[in-house]
T-cell receptor
């Protein structure tokens, strides 16, 4: 089983460019999450989706949008990238309030 | 506001030298305390869930314990392959999973 798959693994953007980070899980989990991880800041929740058709803001949602495409897929979009969005982005899934299963991340650099 | 603090920030051990990592938390309505391991370049990997004070869980050289305000991850006779960042996460209301900044553990042969 692949678990949680994120694409791309690496990305370099120029300020103002847009991109979509893709995430898919094959564990039939209802809940999916997007986190960013920065040195000294730990993991911070950007958006989450409790179930197909619902999304909610987390701790740091500004500058991001999400789409829960179906039960398997949850995408994160940066409409106009800024250097402050340079980070490692992790997608995760869970069944309800159980433990999270993470992908291996997308390393994004915005110049 | 939910808060979680992990200490120490970094810990260097010799192989076989046992020690403990601490996770102190202030949350309303704890529903579970989660421990994860993160290797460089990888996503966090789930280790344990603890639900109530006094509960203990073990896996190989790791044992996690929980009190009302703290959780400890005890490492007995560690090996170099135990080197990683260990993260704790107290879970409260749905979708609000706060993570500590982690303890970077390095075990030297």
């Amino acid at each position: 089983n692949a678990g949680v798959t994120q694409t791309p693994k690496f990305q370099v953007l120029k300020t103002g460019q847009s991109m979509t980070l893709q995430c898919a899980q094959d564990m039939n989990h209802n809940s999916m999450y997007w986190y960013r991880q920065d040195p000294g800041m730990g993991l911070r929740l950007i958006y989450y989706s409790a179930s197909e058709g619902t999304t909610d803001k987390g701790e740091v949602p500004n500058g991001y949008n999400v789409s829960r495409l179906n039960k398997r897929e949850f995408s994160l979009r940066l409409e106009s990238a800024a250097p402050s969005q340079t980070s490692v982005y992790f997608c995760a899934s869970s069944e309800g309030a159980m433990a999270l299963h993470f992908g291996n991340g997308t390393r994004l650099t915005v110049t | 506001e939910d808060q979680v603090t992990q200490s120490p920030e970094a810990l260097r051990l010799q192989e076989g030298e046992s020690s403990s990592l601490n996770c102190s938390y202030t949350v309303s309505g704890l529903r579970g305390l989660f421990w994860y391991r993160q290797d460089p370049g990888k996503g966090p990997e789930f280790l344990f869930t603890l639900y109530s004070a006094g509960e203990e869980k073990e896996k190989e050289r790791l044992k996690a314990t929980l009190t009302k305000k703290e959780s400890f991850l005890h490492i007995t006779a560690p090996k170099p392959e135990d080197s990683a960042t260990y993260l704790c996460s107290p879970g409260t209301s749905y979708g609000k999973l706060t993570f500590g900044q982690g303890t970077i553990l390095t075990v030297h042969p």
